[in-house]
Nanobody
Framework: QWQLVESGGGLVQPGGSLRLSCAAS????????IGWFRQAPGKEREGVSC????????DYADSVKGRFTISRDDAKNTVYLQMNSLKPEDTAVYYC?????????????????WGQGTPVTVSS
């Protein structure tokens, strides 16, 4: 059974850091582009970052460039999102998603498989 499970979310103060994990089961992530998306209350889902097969290419939303880093460990079947210098506006539920398309980037409509999400709250 295909499954993506996010973890690592929580409450953090502004300026703090979190590392999100996206663990896959039932399939291997080696052949998939993996994206991270987020959705804040009352807002549309937005693309945060993505990484293509083998880590050949990465992409970031302008709002997180220089603060977030995406990486993948295919041996562990897991993709990570390191989030530094967190701001209150980063507060959202974060989702990971997978697509077989190597051309997919930050459009959530391009992704086929989704996790259940992990909440991130940035507040003092």
């Amino acid at each position: 059974q295909w499954q993506l499970v996010e973890s690592g979310g929580g409450l953090v103060q502004p300026g703090g850091s979190l590392r999100l994990s996206c663990a896959a089961s039932g399939f291997t992530v080696d052949y998939y582009t993996i994206g991270w998306f987020r959705q804040a209350p009352g807002k549309e889902r937005e693309g945060v970052s993505c990484i293509t097969v083998g880590g050949a290419s990465t992409d970031y939303a302008d709002s997180v460039k220089g603060r977030f880093t995406i990486s993948r460990d295919d041996a562990k079947n897991t993709v990570y999102l390191q989030m530094n210098s967190l701001k209150p506006e980063d507060t959202a539920v974060y989702y990971c998603a997978a697509t077989y398309s190597d051309f997919a980037r930050l459009n959530h409509l391009d992704y086929d498989y989704w996790g259940q999400g992990t909440p991130v709250t940035v507040s003092s």
